[in-house]
């Protein structure tokens, strides 16, 4: 088997397709927008350029038949609660199913981590935000989210055979939009609408610069305890409501108020693999054409849950369950296409979302899962501390 780095345009178009390539035989593989990896890599594109770096690379059959890729990459800002070593980043983890390929991708990132002065490397993540390409899929292999990654089973034991161990679970809850909510969640939404100066609004795209600034204000306090969470500045959630302003449908995102000052918020997408899935990566005007006429004919049956969050001074108020009844009702009036929810994951060291998850009425639809593999062999890992 033949190692090679990722250092010009045709390795770069390899490093994409060998992943279309592994999962051309499944059918719940659905391959992401070749754009969406390519910008990953691209520092005009990826600002944790900026207080990271990393590198690619493949591997390949004697016979030129490429078996495998990996990403490493070193992140300054990258940190967990509890984490007493310096660690770096694996993933974009592709392989065959054969121990020893694995074996060399996985031992040529983890040396080039102890050579960036890394002790532990995490994967699958992504160099970037969380909310993308993080976590393999354990249990729960069906079609993708956007933005998710996909594996078939036996990376699992790639990995774990290597000697990674779990560090935490990444959970995403499901149901079926029509499905009845729990009695409490009524009984909870009246008596908080009886308190005067209590609102909800849907976001308006005319209005975007002040709904950024909204939301920067819910996200900062709801997750400021989060381990490597940082605070959120209203120029970058301008810039991402921007982004995704073609994709927004102002219905499927809710802002609470305590008169004015906003204390909840919870925003939902289009689940845009259900378009993207018959693009084959790609995304150019013939793409972006059938994606309108798509939309137009409603193909789109299902709905991705990306944010909720109560700020703290108001959480256990039942602001929570005065924002899912209000979206429930809707979601549910007449016209309304979508059938089915899901929810970005929820790590497991979150007991709090993961109850307020289940507690509408969800299944467990999907489990990732963050690997750890300390360089110390003799150091035992420890999984993510639970946030109080």
Not at 14 to 19: S, T, V
Not at 113 to 141: C, H, S, V, Y
Not at 144 to 163: F, H, R, S, V
Not at 213 to 218: I, L, M
Request: net charge neutral; glycine share 8%.
């Amino acid at each position: 088997m033949q190692l090679i780095e990722v250092l010009d345009e045709s390795t770069a178009r390899a490093f994409i397709e060998i992943n279309a390539t592994l999962n051309s035989q499944d059918p719940n593989y659905i391959r992401p927008l070749d754009k969406d990896i390519e910008d990953v890599f691209n520092p005009e594109k990826n600002k944790t350029f900026r207080h990271g770096q990393c590198v690619r690379w493949l591997i390949r059959h004697e016979e030129g038949q490429y078996l495998g890729r990996i990403a490493a990459f070193t992140n300054r800002k990258y940190k967990n609660i509890g984490d007493e070593q310096p660690t770096g980043g694996i993933g974009f983890f592709d392989c065959i199913n054969d121990q020893q390929a694995a074996n060399l991708l996985l031992d040529t990132a983890r040396n080039w981590l102890i050579r960036q002065g890394m002790e532990a490397m995490d994967g699958p993540i992504n160099f970037g935000e969380r909310d993308r390409w993080w976590g393999l899929i354990t249990k729960g292999f069906h079609p993708p989210l956007y933005g998710m990654n996909y594996n078939p089973p036996y990376y699992q034991l790639l990995l774990e055979n290597y000697g990674f161990q779990p560090f935490f679970d990444q959970v995403c809850f499901a149901l079926k939009v029509q499905e009845p909510l729990q009695e409490k969640f009524y009984k909870r939404h009246a008596e908080l609408s009886k308190q005067p100066g209590i609102s909800i609004r849907n976001l308006r795209k005319k209005e975007l610069d002040k709904y950024a600034a909204d939301f920067v204000h819910v996200y900062n306090k709801a997750w400021k305890s989060h381990g490597g969470e940082k605070d959120l500045h209203r120029d970058q959630a301008l810039a991402m409501f921007r982004t995704m302003k073609p994709v927004l449908e102002e219905d499927l995102i809710w802002f609470v108020y305590d008169k004015e000052e906003p204390i909840a918020c919870w925003i939902n997408l289009p689940e845009l693999n259900q378009y993207f899935k018959h693009f084959n990566g790609r995304f150019g005007w013939w793409e972006k054409t059938r994606f309108l006429v798509l939309k137009w004919l409603g193909a789109c049956k299902k709905i991705t849950g990306l944010v909720f969050g109560v700020v703290p001074e108001w959480q256990g108020k039942g602001v929570d369950a005065y924002m899912i009844v209000e979206g429930s009702m809707a979601l549910r009036a007449p016209g309304i296409p979508y059938e089915d929810y899901e929810m970005q994951w929820i790590g497991d060291f979150n007991p709090k979302m993961i109850n307020v998850a289940e507690s509408l009425g969800t299944y467990r639809s999907r489990i990732l899962t963050t690997y750890r593999f300390l360089f110390d062999r003799t150091k035992i890992t420890r999984r993510h501390p639970i946030l109080d």
